[in-house]
């Protein structure tokens, strides 16, 4: 297994158009997160999954956004309508739901949106 | 809300000399705070955990100190490398949550 794996790595759209993102997590971590990074801040929270189980949404940040992860592996995050304000770094994240290892996220390198 | 703050945004440190960036929290019932390290143009990496019930941990040339009466935290890097240039974040998390709470980090610049 080689981590976390993010795609693309850039994306560069129109303003109006929907974009997605996949995020394939370490195999044996049944937890996904999805964060979004603003230039100069940290990671800020947007939704969590255990298997397929969406279990936290409210922190999306409009119903623009929704993420799936159908078959409790890979998950993706569309944005629609893109809005320039959606141009950020978004991480993904995987951990175990058990152990030590619950707490320790371990985040692929990031899908970099650019909305013109 | 959670409120995390660091004390220094930027922090400019000679090779060899060991460094220290400080991280304030605000929300009482945090009960565990990891230390994620980003270099860029990539995602956070975990670099050590505590548990509110302990005041010290030690890693690999780093070292944590937990001081839940003021509600700050410390990262102490030994020997400090140019590899350990990076943004550096504190993430206080509620034990029962999920969600790590990650402030603006403390950027830490290794200098020959």
């Known amino acids: 297994d080689t981590g976390v794996s993010q795609n693309p790595r850039h994306k560069i759209t129109k303003r109006g158009q929907n974009v997605t993102f996949r995020c394939d997590p370490i195999s044996e971590h049944n937890r996904l997160y999805w964060y979004r990074q603003t230039l100069g801040q940290g990671p800020e929270f947007l939704t969590y999954f255990q298997n397929e189980a969406q279990l936290e949404k409210s922190r999306l940040l409009s119903d623009r956004f929704s993420a799936e992860r159908p078959k409790g592996s890979f998950s993706t995050l569309e944005i629609q309508r893109t809005e320039q304000g959606d141009s950020a770094m978004y991480l993904c994240?995987?951990?175990?739901?058990?152990?030590?290892?619950?707490?320790?996220?371990?985040f692929g390198a990031g899908s970099r949106l650019t909305v013109l | 809300g959670e409120s995390v703050g660091l004390h220094l945004p930027t922090l400019s440190v000679q090779e060899g000399d060991n460094s220290i960036i400080n991280c304030a929290y605000s929300?009482?019932?945090?009960?565990?705070f990891i230390w994620y390290k980003q270099e860029s143009g990539k995602g956070p990496q975990f670099i050590i955990d505590?548990?509110?019930?302990?005041d010290k941990r030690q890693g690999q040339r780093v070292t944590v100190l937990l001081n839940k009466t003021v509600k700050h935290l410390s990262l102490q890097i030994a020997a400090t490398q140019p590899g350990d240039s990076a943004v550096y974040f504190c993430a206080p998390r509620q034990d029962s949550g999920y969600a790590l709470n990650f402030g603006k980090g403390t950027s830490l610049l290794v200098t020959p």
């Open positions: 994240a995987s951990s175990d739901s058990t152990g030590a290892g619950a707490n320790v996220l371990t």
């Open positions: 929300n009482s019932a945090s009960d565990y």
């Open positions: 505590i548990r509110s019930n302990m």
